[in-house]
């Protein structure tokens, strides 16, 4: 399986990416933002960081960059466009996705281990996860999901949330919301469930000795699934 | 142009003599940007007037040390091919004055002191001070520096692994903020500052030149009065956007061979950047200033030179070069020029519009500086408290246990921390809050752990014996996650060098720090010196922070300090006498705020970290945590807390008073957990090797408890421990 990871400027997670993928079995190559062309690619994955600065608002630059015209075609034509934290941010720009991603509640960066629950498994990010309840790790100071109320029922009408915030219960309460996204929304998909933003990040918990786990599972799960 | 006096001199800090001093060297009035240039590199801030005698005296040598101070970092050897470059810097000064701008440019500087030598940073940490919880700016200075402090190093994307905090108020109208950070280095391709060769490209990359910042160096020198707002304009802005992409370039630039020396534009910018260069390669240089990329409208000579705009680098370049390396800054949209050329002068020539604007031999600048024999003071030892009977009558265990939980300088960090992104890079393998933190070497089964320490108290108390205390605490954190110590890097906070007691304090620390370092073969590889540390006359306590760095050879061996089972038993190691003195519980409990600061014996110290270094390496120790603030029920607290397990304490032998056993800072001690199997073996061990210790309990159900002295649940203790720093920032 051959997977892509986009680096743009002040992109910061790329490498962590990278090493996660070629874990878990992906043949990734890196591309730099100012090429027109994407190589051929299963999966496309726009990492985490600071792209451009996150001058202006969060993602927003990138989500006019030269290259993410290509990323566009690549996920209207069914291709599987993952985007965690900051790439979850650029595909809200882009629009591909639903809603927008404000400041936290509280009003400043968080760096966590946190549960999320899995909402939906028909589709290829999740389909083979046994678990319902996955411990991953979150670090962002914009990470408060935010839609409409029409955009809120056509979501949930199609089944497009895909991790909420949770206990290691499953509880999605408040208390264990911890940037204020609304119903606790960590992670949604388009429609046709082939682009996935969330704000946690597997790629920091696939090993023992890092913060957990969990995120291998995400990771074994996409290369099976694909 | 203005007219060069001794008053406008004495307006940029220098002193009447030292202005003097210029003109009989130059035999002639300097000029306006040459009088500037002399008090950014004269003034304490570069030119360690004060503190250079002193720091000759340092312990700078070891087998693992490739570069020591005089560098813009040490550098030292961890195996294979490997070297970690790392340093610690002060940003005080600026931190109080603007808190956000002021500590997010401390981080910013410091990571371009590492990569400068070539380093990919993988950890920053922070050694940072505040004023009395009371103190009515200690709460948004305290927001403002983490906020800085993450704005800066999470946008980079390097995780900050490890942190100290204090509160005391003798910061409260001087807070201190130090930034230290580690980097990765193969040991045959590091970089060095000094230039050599003759006509040599010198090249400006990075930030475009502004109007901040000018004379931050200056201002960094000098003591503070009730005008301190006025000097906003002088702190430096930083922008970690451009620096994640100096960074890059300049590793990408680095993989070539076209660079000589390099140096970032740290203080005093240009000024000491190009000074340094030429200095340590025994050359001059000539800078064309109409070529430096400017921000800023109608800049003058004098401006270019002093701004402290940051993200901005200097390179000299082989010939020939500049095209493949313009490329590269090209690629990462940064500024580029060759704004001058190496030259067989000796001097600093300085041109604008055609025009020589300044012409200084280098030596001048750089040999010639001052340095001061200041007088000073030997602190002596303050008499010991004799606490009566009576004193802890009334008092419970379990009452003093929970105040010393919430005493700010105890209470759990998280608030703080949290806000630091701690696990970018996916090598975090120790997070903050624990001894150290530890990061693995990426790609192999090594790991660094790094940490910093600080105790002003101790130090105030006794400088001598402080300065010994830091070093050995950092050594022993090292030593608590299982790993080999190496070497340190010193960030001198102090008062004003000019009042004898100060100047004692530092001068004795620097004596404490020698020692502990030489005997324990833990070298001072790099470090800073900050000083005027005053307000309206009243000075800090005497900071020295200790960022200490070890290897663990194979990571998967590294030890934690959260409790594991319950049936193994806890045994703490090194003697405790019981020396409240100068303790948290001394001063929070009893209110006695004099007296000596625990002994420090180097011999017990290094007996007793070598004997867990042994139990480790033979496997018999499942946790470990060292005894510090507090004392050994603090420590004990602590680890309950982090793993949800009690402990059941066992009855004191003897006539021992609960209190000072359980709360006694002692020195020297570490407390392990030993599997009941291994436990006979282990006694054994340290038997053989005449190492005091005592047992002190076993890791059982979900509370403390001593007999009918002490009960208190985990959850109990925790809720207070962990909630006090969030709830005082809601407040």
Redesign the interface.
Known sequence: MKSSVIIF??S??D??MD??LKKFGFKNQMVWHNDAKIPKSDLIVLP???S????LRCGSIAGKSRIIKSVIDFANSGGLVLGICNGFQILTETGLLPGILQQNKYL?????NVFVKIKNKENKYFKKIKKEVLEL?I?H?EGNYFCSNDELKSIEDNGQIAVTYCDHGGNEDEKNNPNGALKNIAGIFNKDKNILGMMP?P??M?DP???GEDGSLFFKNLIESL | MIEVNEKIAIEHGLKSDEYKKICNLLKRTPNITELGVFSAMWNEHCSYKSSRKHLKKLHTKGDKVIQGPGENAGVVDIEDDDAIVFKIESHNHPSFIEPYQGAATGVGGIMRDVFTMGARPIANLNSIHFGSPDHEKTRNLLRGVVKGIGGYGNCIGVPTIAGQTSFDESYNGNILVNAMTLGLVNKNKIFYSKAAGINKPVIYVGSKTGRDGIHGASMASAIFDDKIEEKKPTVQVGDPFTEKLLLEACLELMAGKSIISIQDMGAAGLTSSSIEMASKGDLGIEIDLTKVPCREENMTPYEIMLSESQERMLIVLEEGKENEAKKIFDKWNLDFAVIGKTTNSKNIELFFKNEKVAGIPIDFLAENAPMYDRKWIKAKLPKENNFSKNQFKSLKLSDCLKRILIDPNIADKEWIWEQYDHTVMGDTIQKPGGNAGVVRVHGTNKAVAASVDSSATYCHAHPLTGGKQVVCESWRNMISVGAKPIAITNCLNFGNPEKEKNMGEFVECVEGITEASKYLNYPVVSGNVSFYNETKDKGIKPTPSIGGIGLLSNYKEMMTMELKNEGNYLLVIGKTEGHLDQSVFARNILSEFNGPPPEVNLFNEKQNGMCVVNLKNKNLIETCHDVSLGGILTAISKMGIKSGIGVKLFPLEGLVNKFEYFFGEDQGRYIIEVKPENLENVENMLKKDSIHFDKLGLVQGNKITLENDLKLSIDDIKEGYKNWLKEYMVN
């Open positions: 400027p002040g910061n997670c490498r962590d090493v996660a985490g960081g600071f451009y600065g996150d001058y400043n960066f968080i760096c966590k790790h670090a100071n990040h790629e920091r696939i000795f890092l913060s």
